[in-house]
């Protein structure tokens, strides 16, 4: 397994792997629009404060990190939010993961960022997930509410 950075030459296979998860998430009853996720994918990497990192057996990705650090819109603060993150693959992703994870917690820290978000809310393994992070010092400090309309 190596970790690097994602480039747009990785989009169609971490789509494969984002089409797995969506296919396996809350939202599975609605379409995947694969142009946009596309052009964001295109358009996020590379930019200033933004984290894009996957993890590669070969040609076949296990996990992929996007996150981005913001400031806070009330207090004098930065965070660092997952824009998107999955893993698939068993022990291989949960590791690719963790990795992952830590990678961002540095990478965060060196951009000026206090805390570090992990949005654990697609329905895929939610709660192996939070155990997951729990292990690695997170903790769960609220509950996302969703509520179809």
């Known amino acids: 397994m190596i970790i690097r950075d994602t480039v747009p030459e990785d989009a169609d296979a971490l789509l494969d792997l984002g089409s797995r998860m969506h296919q396996r998430g809350r939202f599975s ?42 400031q806070d819109i009330s207090i004098d603060i930065n965070v660092a939010r997952t824009i998107l993150m999955y893993g698939e693959g068993g022990f291989s992703a949960a590791s690719a993961m963790r990795k992952l994870v830590k990678e961002f917690e540095a990478w965060a820290k060196s951009e000026g960022a206090n805390w570090v978000c992990l949005d654990v809310s697609g329905g895929v393994d939610d709660y192996r997930s939070s155990q997951l992070f729990s292990r690695m010092g997170f903790e769960q400090i609220g509950y996302p509410m969703l509520k179809e309309i």
């Open 29 to 70: 009853d609605y379409a995947m629009d694969f142009d946009r996720a596309q052009y964001i994918f295109t358009e996020i990497l590379g930019q200033p404060r933004v984290f894009a990192r996957s993890a590669w057996d070969g040609t076949l990705p296990l996990a992929m990190l996007f996150g981005e650090v913001t």
